[in-house]
């Protein structure tokens, strides 16, 4: 089964302790991406990778870090959480244009 | 400074009828637009994209019509269903980056 995991799908962490958000992927995508979810504000691209090793910023990257090491994972590293890093995260999958895009099921950050 | 938006935050629609749901994008630089739709609980859910060259493309019970002369894009849903009951977002996708809208929120009524 095609398939978009996301592991933890909850996390309540405190500020300042540093955390990573796995994302994995079977369908041999090269495009992965990373959002946050506000309310309000919509999606918003943290970072985008179009293949191992290639990363670049979306909208909002500042607070976080990437790495693209292999194809199927993409992690989401936060070194140094604060409150307004709280939202709701989403890992997503592509081909190599990035319009047609996978969604993981979500992981759901609170940073006290 | 350039965005993707949508025209209205919420849509009630009667079951049965058709719905259109619209939006208005600035950067006329973009690649491809695109929708999703994201039900409660879940990530979203790709439905159907238009290259910027296009007016029109249809799929199964959706159309996506773009004009690019006043810049707005929208999705047409034939014979509303409750499934179709989510919260609907255009993008664009301009050089590998995606944009989203706010989202419109669809409801069906039974």
């Known amino acids: 089964e095609a398939q978009v995991t996301q592991n933890p799908r909850y996390l309540i962490t405190v500020t300042g302790k540093k955390l990573t958000v796995t994302c994995s992927q079977n369908?041999?995508?090269?495009?992965m991406s990373w959002y946050r979810q506000d309310p309000g504000l919509g999606l918003r691209q943290i970072y985008y990778?179009?293949?191992?090793?290639?990363?670049d910023k979306g909208d909002v990257p500042e607070g976080y870090k990437v790495s693209r090491k292999e194809k199927r994972n993409f992690p989401l590293i936060l070194e140094s959480p604060s409150p307004n890093q709280t939202s709701l995260y989403f890992c997503?999958?592509?081909?190599?244009?990035?319009?047609?895009?996978?969604f993981g099921p979500g992981t759901r950050l609170t940073v006290l | 400074g350039e965005s993707v938006g949508l025209h209205l935050p919420t849509l009630s629609v009667q079951e049965g009828d058709n719905s259109i749901i619209n939006c208005a994008y600035s950067?006329?630089?973009?690649?491809?637009f695109i929708w999703y739709k994201q039900e409660s609980g879940k990530g979203p859910q790709f439905i159907i994209d238009?290259?910027?060259?296009?007016d029109k493309r249809q799929g199964q019970r959706v159309t996506v019509l773009l004009n690019k002369t006043v810049k707005h894009l929208s999705l047409q849903i034939a014979a509303t269903q409750p499934g179709d009951s989510a919260v609907y977002f255009c993008?664009?996708?301009?050089?590998?980056?995606?944009?989203f809208g706010a989202g419109t929120t669809v409801t069906v009524r039974a």
């Open positions: 369908m041999n995508h090269e495009y």
């Open positions: 993008a664009e996708i301009t050089d590998y980056k995606l944009s």
């Open positions: 997503a999958t592509g081909l190599a244009g990035g319009n047609e895009q996978f």
């Open positions: 990778s179009m293949n191992v090793e290639v990363t």
């Open positions: 950067n006329s630089a973009s690649d491809y």
């Open positions: 238009i290259r910027s060259n296009m």
